[in-house]
């Protein structure tokens, strides 16, 4: 059973995960009208693993018998000057729900919920592979440069990520693998 305090956490998270989609899904909708239609796939299928997220929070509440709750949130940026400044603004974003799973993590230890811990884990994994990801990307910018050319071969470069990591999107169970 959770405490209330891991519960009102758990539902924060959940919040941070669908702001997370719609961030991404907006992101998207941005590198689509600036015809960066790489981008914009591989946007739009991180927005679908944001909901991912989302949904194996409501499923760890919903298994411990807690009440999982989707509260309202603020719409998400939608104007960026440049590429490069919308990659660095998901790249901070990600190192923020770093330290929001941390923080979690941190709560579950000191109540010695050692489930929450437990499940936890796939979260902290996975945010280490989102910031490699995402830090991957905004080096390729840096080093392409988006003058001439650059934009067309950094948006093709991120077209061959969203099939990659395309396939990864698909897993509900909250149980490790
Ligand atoms: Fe759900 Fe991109 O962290």
């Given amino acids: 059973m959770l405490s209330k305090a891991m519960t009102d956490r758990l539902n924060e998270q959940i919040n941070l995960e669908m702001f997370s989609s719609h961030l991404y899904l907006q992101m998207s909708s941005w590198c689509a009208y600036k015809a960066l239609d790489g981008c914009a796939t591989f946007l739009s299928q991180h927005a679908d693993e944001e909901m991912m997220h989302m949904r194996r929070l ?104 969203a099939v990659t990591t395309g396939k990864e999107t698909t897993s509900m169970s909250t149980t490790p693998a």
Avoid: C
Wanted: aromatic content about 14%.
């Fill in 58 to 161: 409501i499923s760890y509440l919903q298994e411990t018998g807690a009440f999982a709750i989707i509260s309202g949130m603020e719409a998400p940026p939608k104007e960026f000057n440049s590429l490069q400044e919308l990659f660095e603004k998901i790249y901070s974003h990600e190192q923020f729900i770093t330290s929001k799973i941390n923080e979690l993590v941190h709560l579950a230890t000191t109540e010695s919920d050692y489930s929450t811990v437990q499940f936890l884990q796939w979260y902290v994994a996975e945010q280490h592979q989102e910031e490699f990801l995402f830090k991957g990307i905004l080096d390729k910018i840096r080093l392409i440069g988006t003058e001439g050319q650059g934009l067309f071969f950094i948006d093709r470069e991120v077209a061959n990520l």
